[in-house]
T-cell receptor, first 114, second 113 residues
Framework: AQSVTQLGSHVSVSEGALVLLRCNYSSSVPPYLFWYVQYPNQGLQLLLKYTTGATLVKGINGFEAEFKKSETSFHLTKPSAHMSDAAEYFC????????????FGTGTRLLVSP | EAGVAQSPRYKIIEKRQSVAFWCNPI?????LYWYQQILGQGPKLLIQ????????DSQLPKDRFSAERLKGVDSTLKIQPAKLEDSAVYLC???????????FGQGTRLTVV
């Protein structure tokens, strides 16, 4: 079984500050990891993903995440927050073994102040 | 490439009524998911199809929820009878194969009064 824990239901930053959203996962097989963003009244949009290979993955809108197997983490970062980054962010885990479910965390709401 | 299409976008019904949601996934995607997202929470997987077969429906309340994907393409999720706690956004997603990135529709916001 797989699961995801997102630490902090809300994160507040100032515009231009570093964004760090935390995600820890549990998986009995090598995981696939994803970050999705959700704007109000919208579906989920993929920011970035890790499947295999390079552990530092870059996504859209200047976001990146690093897969750390030893820490079972996949934290999302962005060097400089923009007002338009304010949204709900979800970490998700799956795998390529058999028919794996795509399991989501509870989400972190990012608030960006001017 | 067309995205995942869902309808309706919004639905308001009274408790004990029935409702159905429709989803048309991206062409060629074998895996289709239905998620329930209650306000302030993450998406919860209700059912996952691989082509027209059910892979996982462990969290589907089968006494009132049903879903089908008869031809392995579009899918319908039904609730009968609805309860107040079913008020949520129902998200449909599809992926080329199980485990790969999923593409989401805009969702159907259901309000049960």
């Amino acid at each position: 079984a797989q699961s995801v824990t997102q630490l902090g239901s809300h994160v507040s930053v100032s515009e231009g500050a570093l964004v760090l959203l935390r995600c820890n996962y549990s998986s009995s097989v090598p995981p696939y990891l994803f970050w999705y963003v959700q704007y109000p009244n919208q579906g989920l949009q993929l920011l970035l993903k890790y499947t295999t290979g390079a552990t530092l993955v870059k996504g859209i809108n200047g976001f990146e995440a690093e897969f750390k197997k030893s820490e079972t983490s996949f934290h999302l970062t962005k060097p400089s927050a923009h007002m338009s980054d304010a949204a709900e962010y979800f970490c998700a885990v799956s795998a390529n073994t058999g028919f794996q479910k795509l399991v989501f965390g509870t989400g972190t709401r990012l608030l960006v102040s001017p | 490439e067309a995205g995942v299409a869902q309808s309706p976008r919004y639905k308001i019904i009274e408790k004990r009524q029935s409702v159905a949601f429709w989803c048309n996934p991206i062409s060629g995607h074998a895996t289709l998911y239905w998620y329930q997202q209650i306000l302030g929470q993450g998406p919860k997987l209700l059912i996952q199809f691989q082509n027209n077969g059910v892979v996982d429906d462990s969290q589907l309340p089968k006494d009132r929820f049903s879903a089908e994907r008869l031809k392995g393409v579009d899918s319908t999720l039904k609730i009968q009878p609805a309860k107040l706690e079913d008020s949520a956004v129902y998200l449909c997603a599809s992926s080329f194969q199980s485990g790969t990135e999923a593409f989401f529709g805009q969702g159907t916001r259901l309000t049960v009064v």
